[in-house]
């Protein structure tokens, strides 16, 4: 089974502190996704990466960075963080190439961030 | 543009009860897939289905299946006998069948089972 490791749970952090997310996944994928979870909103798609030191910004880059290093490790991080980033954040995985166009994601088991 | 939408927010059944979910997408590609995600409490999303849009066929899994209609844009989910483990929040996705591997999520449906 694919595994994707987000290191924390839950988060509290002081608006203006800069927080780095980590996700690791065990299967090789090329593919790496950070999201963002809001009620009412769904998910939505900051960054993804599909290589190493590859990265292309989503739907709301704004506030956020990424690095991806090595495969199996993406970082979000958000420099200066606000209130407004307080939610949900959930990493996922999937292959990439023709093999991994229908390939579904398979999500970490998130990070809920509270910005004070 | 792509757009999903789960007009139910949430819904409340008796546990036995079927329940539907439904999902309804926009999109201008004529080729493309969608997905079925379920989120427990746990907080980890699970993949349910995939569907392409050349296969219009229904499909069941257990208790699970799904109603794919091209012509009304729906890619419906029931669950037949609930039961309480069923209580999540289930997401619909579409995904264009190019090398973005973007997944556009729907705003989800928050399904409560009672005993």
């Known amino acids: 089974d694919v595994k994707v490791t987000q290191s924390s749970r839950y988060l509290v952090k002081r608006t203006g502190e800069k927080v780095f997310l980590e996700c690791v996944q065990d299967?090789?994928?090329?593919?790496m996704f950070w999201y963002r979870q809001d009620p009412g909103l769904g998910l939505r798609l900051i960054y993804f990466?599909?290589?190493?030191?590859?990265?292309e910004k989503g739907d709301i880059p704004e506030g956020y960075s990424v690095s991806r290093e090595k495969k199996e490790r993406f970082s979000l991080i958000l420099e200066s963080t606000s209130t407004n980033q307080t939610s949900m954040y959930l990493c996922?995985?999937?292959?990439?190439?023709?093999?991994?166009?229908?390939?579904?994601?398979?999500f970490g088991d998130g990070t809920r961030l509270s910005i004070l | 543009a792509q757009k999903v939408t789960q007009a139910q927010t949430e819904i409340s059944v008796v546990e036995k009860e079927d329940v539907t979910l439904d999902c309804v997408y926009e999109?201008?590609?004529?080729?493309?897939?969608l997905f079925w995600y379920k989120q427990p409490p746990s907080g980890e999303l699970v993949f349910l289905i995939r569907?392409?849009?050349?296969?219009?066929q229904n499909e069941i899994s257990g208790r699970y299946s799904w109603n794919f209609q091209k012509s009304t844009s729906s890619f419906n989910f029931t669950i037949t006998a609930s039961q309480v483990v069923d209580s999540a929040v289930y997401f619909c996705?579409?995904?264009?069948?190019?090398?973005?591997?973007?997944?556009?999520f729907g705003s989800g449906t928050r399904l409560l089972v009672r005993p």
């Open positions: 996922a995985s999937s292959l990439w190439g023709v093999h991994g166009s229908n390939q579904p994601q398979h």
């Open positions: 299967m090789d994928h090329e593919n």
């Open positions: 990466s599909y290589d190493v030191k590859m990265k």
């Open positions: 999109t201008r590609d004529t080729t493309y897939y």
């Open positions: 569907r392409n849009s050349f296969d219009e």
């Open positions: 996705a579409l995904r264009r069948m190019d090398s973005s591997y973007k997944l556009i």
